[in-house]
């Protein structure tokens, strides 16, 4: 025997199934990452149709079966419809989704990676920030999330907290200027950079979208972050080639 269950969730992605059903993927506040069907979810008529896009932030009414879910109700309080107004937004906003998709894991807390996304994607929507650095803070703050972010608090070989001047994707964070040798990889990184990974790992994620940051800054946050991404996670996420096409 099942139970009917309610969750908080945002659909990370929908999956045509049969004629009129879908296979949706949730991100819960309260189960991790699940699958759902969603029965009938692509007849026109369906109370189901727009809360099983893509995006749709909610409440989900679950029927839990032995091994599957099957979605009953939906009340959506944000479809982040601002989104699709804006072709490079929406592609961020995809890449995002895809990157927790492959990232966040079933019956895994995953409270803050939904509070990170739901905050991410609010500041894609709007105008005031840089699309860029969204993405940046994204990425960063996942990685510290699951405790995975670099180390950028003290030097890896010394300890040192001052003079952090220089970054080893090997080593996997900052290194003194007495200790660069140590590391063939390691390249300069201004301070302000420095200071701008230590605010996105410590703060809290409602605190994250409060910023601007110079070319530099976002330049060299997006080179940190390429040779992390690709050696930690190495993965390829085909929003983001099409992201990559786009801008
Ligand atoms: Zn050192």
């Given at each position: ?106 019956n895994n807390d995953e409270k803050e990676m ?112 390429d040779e992390y991404l ?18």
């Amino acid at each position: 025997m099942g139970a009917n269950l309610i969750v908080t969730g945002l659909v990370l992605s929908a999956m045509p199934i049969g004629e009129y059903d879908k296979r949706i993927t949730l991100l819960t506040k309260e189960r991790g990452k699940i699958t759902a069907f969603a029965r009938g979810a692509r007849r026109p008529n369906s109370q189901l149709l727009a809360a099983t896009n893509p995006f749709s932030f909610g409440e989900f009414e679950l029927f839990e079966g032995r091994s599957t879910y099957t979605l009953a109700k939906a009340s959506v309080s944000n479809y982040f419809r601002e989104l699709a107004l804006d072709p490079e937004a929406a592609y961020y906003g995809f890449y995002f989704l895809e990157f927790s998709d492959y990232y966040c894991q079933e019956n895994n807390d995953e409270k803050e990676m939904l509070k990170l996304l739901y905050q991410s994607l609010r500041a894609l929507e709007s105008n005031s920030y840089d699309n860029r650095l969204v993405r940046a803070i994204f990425e960063l703050k996942a990685l510290a999330v699951n405790g995975e972010a670099p180390n950028v608090f003290g030097c890896l070989s010394c300890g040192k907290k001052e003079q952090l001047f220089y970054f080893s994707v090997r080593k996997g964070g900052m290194l003194c200027a007495d200790c660069k040798k140590k590391a063939e990889d390691a390249w300069k990184m201004t301070e302000s950079t420095v200071y701008t990974m230590q605010y996105i790992i410590s703060s809290d994620i409602t605190k994250l979208f409060t910023f601007a940051v110079s070319d530099t800054v976002l330049s060299e946050l997006r080179r940190m972050l390429d040779e992390y991404l690709h050696l930690y996670l190495n993965h390829s996420f085909k929003s983001l080639k099409i992201l990559e096409e786009i801008t």
